[in-house]
């Protein structure tokens, strides 16, 4: 009798533990096969297992009832890492799809037939996780929607500034210069100073014709107090980055010489080097 009790009592705590971890396919292809089966949406994990973040959203999938219980009944569940390289089937996934990410982790979420629905970076408490997922869920909230939204005339902040974030995951870039030029536009000027702007700066701003790249570059001195820890002091790198990718061009030689001496005040201004002739030669 005492052994049965036991043996149930261990049983409780097994089955316990699993209902507060959120419960991960073995592959892809048994990922979408349960997904059809079921008619629900697949959720991807995207991360590296030695990244500080990723392993704090991995405890929290892993430990907490109330992201388990809401990934477990709607979603069928996979993870990626791509610490070292993603397994063949993965990354062949991932390119298909058209997603490129420069950081991690991600949430990504696709239907039954593998189309794209949605993805988000992550905040990690479980309020977030469970907000991307609703929203993955309702097709008005999709990033996948957000090209309807622009076609159709939806010019606000959020909407321009979210498919200036696909349009960067997507890699076209002719777009996200058109559209993140029109984020500028429909920004308030009163909000430029603000870490606001300095944020959209930051995630996808990638053409120094760009209106908040040509603001911060006149308010330099401004440029400060928007990273904490171990960034503190990095907010004019994004300026550097920009001037730097574009600096990359085969065809600088060719360039107009207006174009050139801007291009020497951004290097100068931003003590990338004192020589700036040495990428022109």
Not at 73 to 85: C, D, E, L, V
Not at 155 to 171: E, G, I, M, Q, W
Not at 257 to 266: H, M, R
């Amino acid at each position: 009798m005492r052994s049965a009790l036991l043996f149930i009592g261990f049983l409780f705590l097994w089955s316990s533990s699993l209902s507060a971890q959120v419960l991960f396919e073995t592959s892809l292809k048994e990922a979408f096969k349960k997904a059809k089966e079921q008619n629900k949406i697949v959720f991807v994990e995207y991360y590296n297992s030695d990244c500080p973040v990723c392993k704090r959203l991995g405890d929290l999938l892993r430990n907490d009832s109330l992201v388990a219980a809401y990934y477990n009944k709607n979603f069928i569940n996979y993870a990626m890492n791509t610490n070292g390289s993603l397994a063949d089937e993965d990354n062949t996934f991932i390119s298909e799809s058209n997603l490129h990410f420069e950081s991690v982790p991600v949430l990504l979420f696709f239907d039954k037939n593998k189309e794209f629905l949605h993805h988000s970076g992550v905040n990690v408490d479980a309020e977030h996780l469970i907000n991307e997922g609703k929203k993955a869920k309702h097709p008005d909230f999709r990033t996948s929607g957000l090209k309807a939204k622009y076609d159709k005339g939806d010019r606000s902040v959020k909407t321009l500034y979210a498919y200036c974030d696909l349009l960067l995951v997507n890699k076209n870039e002719a777009m996200l210069k058109k559209v993140s030029q029109e984020l500028f536009e429909s920004f308030k000027k009163e909000e430029l100073p603000t870490k606001k702007s300095y944020i959209v700066l930051k995630q996808v701003v990638i053409s120094p014709e760009n209106g908040f790249f040509q603001y911060w570059m006149a308010h330099l001195d401004d440029l400060k107090g928007f990273e904490t820890g171990y960034k503190a002091g990095t907010e004019k790198s994004y300026l550097e980055k920009i001037v730097l990718n574009e600096l990359r061009d085969p065809n600088i030689k060719n360039w107009s010489t207006t174009k050139k001496e801007q291009f020497k005040s951004y290097i100068l201004k931003l003590n990338i080097t004192d020589q700036p002739e040495v990428y022109f030669e």
